[in-house]
Structure formats: structure tokens, C-alpha cells
């Protein structure tokens, strides 16, 4: 399986912006679309992968002990109960910063590689040394980024910092997009990102407080399929990661209209 596998940096430059949430969601997405997947929590200093996904009471040992040698990779990788085709490398202890190298992160992803079809590496936020270690171990990207304008410089210094790693194909993914406020021209479009950013859009997620939930609760929002506006965009993004083509959600379209009122009674089948 290891010269197929799909490595994918989930990076962003800014902290927040939903980072570990898309890499936790599309974990357990592409896991349920039947893709042996593995989650790296790349994020040593603060490492939160583990809660998002509910397993943190299930670390055993983590990447430090793998790469110390005191551990087999299996006996670190924590399984999702509900997802078996998902499974999660657990950070270390924040003292790795001090001694992790490039060569230390692409050893750990070349052991992930042999057994999973796609591994998610959840980086850091920042272009120091946590960044520069996760992107050497890389073979694409995706850049997370929100449609405020800070957020959108710093997405763009990392996209060049991946271009000069020579990290290919990097696909953009917009987080927290709220329509009305697009609408009323409060909130940059989807347009005015891509074409700042000039990258491929593979997809939006809306800002959704079913996403604050189920953050606190442990359980990613495209578990159980259950379905809120961001679930939506999750499952569809990991589809079109496996090469579906999947058209693109129009935010103009979503929101409180009578339209939106027309469609949501023809899925609930009363006509
Ligand atoms: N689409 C969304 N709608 C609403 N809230 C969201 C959405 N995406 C992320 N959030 C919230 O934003 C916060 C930051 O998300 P997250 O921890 O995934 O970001 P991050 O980029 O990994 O942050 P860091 O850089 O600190 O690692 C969380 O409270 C999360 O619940
Ligand atoms: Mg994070």
C-alpha cells in the first residue's frame, strides 16, 4: 500500500481555524467511506486531536515512544471504537519540540504508510519548527483557512513555504464561511479568497454551532452521518478527496429562504 498512500498536511499558518476539526472529521469520513485511515496529531506543544475524536482516555503510548523505540507502532495507535477503519498516532509529550527533527516525522509516517490508505497529519499552527517537520513528511496539503483577512495572509505565506517544499498537489479548504454575512458584503466571498489565494477550492464548511458541540462532546460531527449544515461539508470534502466530483455548495443558497424552506420539506418527503 505505501507508494499509494496519500499523505495530507492539514496546515494553515493562523491558530483557530479549524485545523484539527476538519482533520478529525474527514478522518472519521473517509474511515466510513471504507479508507483504512490514520490521524497524526502533529501538533506536540498542544496537542488536541485525541479529545476531538474522544480517545484521549485511551492513550496507551504515543509517537515518542514509537520513535524512541520503546513501543510497536500498533501498540500506540489508539483504534476509533465506532470507526474501526480509523485510528489515531497520539502526540507526545511537548519536550519532543526540543530533539524532533525532519527525519523523525517522515520515519513515523513512512511505518503509517505500510498500513493505512490516506494518513492526516494535523500540524501546528505557525511556520517554525513544528511546521517544517510535518510539511517534510508530506506529499500534498490542505490549507485551512477562514475568510477574514488575517487568516487569509498567513494561508498565503504557508502556501508559498509549501511550494518551495515542493508539496503538490495544495487544495484549499474555506472554514466558518456564513452566508448572510457574505451577502451583506460583512465577510469576504469565496471568490475574493480564491482568487487572493489562487489555489484549487476543495471545498467550504459553513459556521456551525453543531460544530462547538460536538467538539466538547468527542464526537466528530460526521459520526453516525448525522447531519448538520458543516456535517455536509465534511462528508462531501472527504468525497471529493477520493476523487468524486462532487459540486461545490452555493452559499448564496443556503440560509433562511423560501427556497431552503421548499427543498427541506421535499427531503422530508411531505410532498
Ligand atoms: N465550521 C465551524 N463552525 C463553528 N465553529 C467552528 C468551525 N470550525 C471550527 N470551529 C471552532 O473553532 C475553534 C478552533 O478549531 P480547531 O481547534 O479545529 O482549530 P485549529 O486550527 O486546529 O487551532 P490550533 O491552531 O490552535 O491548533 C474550535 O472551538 C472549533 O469548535
Ligand atoms: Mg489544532
Redesign the pocket.
Known amino acids: 500500500m505505501s507508494s499509494h498512500t496519500r499523505i495530507i498536511l492539514v496546515c ?1 499558518g ?9 482533520t478529525a472529521n474527514l478522518g472519521i469520513a473517509l474511515a466510513s467511506q471504507g479508507a483504512k485511515t490514520a490521524v497524526l496529531d502533529a ?1 506536540f506543544g ?1 496537542r ?1 486531536l485525541d479529545l ?1 475524536l474522544g480517545l484521549e482516555n485511551r492513550i496507551v503510548y504515543t509517537a515518542q515512544e514509537v520513535l524512541e523505540e520503546s513501543c510497536r507502532l500498533d501498540q500506540a495507535l489508539v483504534r476509533h471504537k465506532q470507526e474501526s477503519n480509523l485510528s489515531l498516532l497520539p502526540a507526545g509529550n511537548p519536550r519532543m519540540l526540543d530533539w524532533l527533527k525532519p527525519d523523525d516525522m517522515q520515519r513515523i509516517v513512512a511505518m503509517l504508510s505500510e498500513q493505512f490508505a490516506y494518513v492526516l497529519i ?1 500540524c ?2 505557525g511556520v517554525e519548527d513544528g511546521f517544517k517537520n510535518a510539511v517534510s513528511a508530506t506529499k500534498e496539503a490542505i490549507v ?1 483557512t477562514n475568510p477574514e483577512v488575517s487568516a487569509v495572509r498567513d494561508a498565503d505565506r504557508v502556501i508559498g513555504l509549501l511550494n518551495t517544499h515542493g508539496v503538490k498537489p495544495v487544495q484549499l479548504v474555506l ?2 464561511v456564513r452566508p448572510k454575512m457574505i451577502a451583506s458584503q460583512d465577510m469576504l466571498s469565496v471568490e475574493d479568497v480564491t482568487d487572493i489565494l489562487a489555489l484549487p477550492l476543495l471545498g467550504l ?5 453543531q ?2 458541540v460536538s ?1 466538547n462532546r468527542g464526537e466528530p460531527l460526521t459520526l453516525n452521518g448525522q447531519s448538520s449544515p ?1 456535517a455536509r461539508c465534511y462528508t462531501n470534502i472527504a468525497r471529493r478527496i477520493q476523487g468524486e466530483d462532487i459540486p461545490l455548495i452555493d452559499p448564496s443558497k443556503e440560509g433562511s429562504g423560501m427556497r431552503d424552506k421548499f427543498r427541506r420539506l421535499m427531503q422530508t418527503k411531505i410532498f
Open positions: 494553515s493562523k491558530g483557530g481555524v479549524g485545523k484539527t476539526t476538519l501538533d498542544l488536541n476531538l494535523d501546528p499552527a485551512v472554514n466558518r464548511v459553513l459556521e456551525d454551532e460544530v462547538i467538539t458543516a
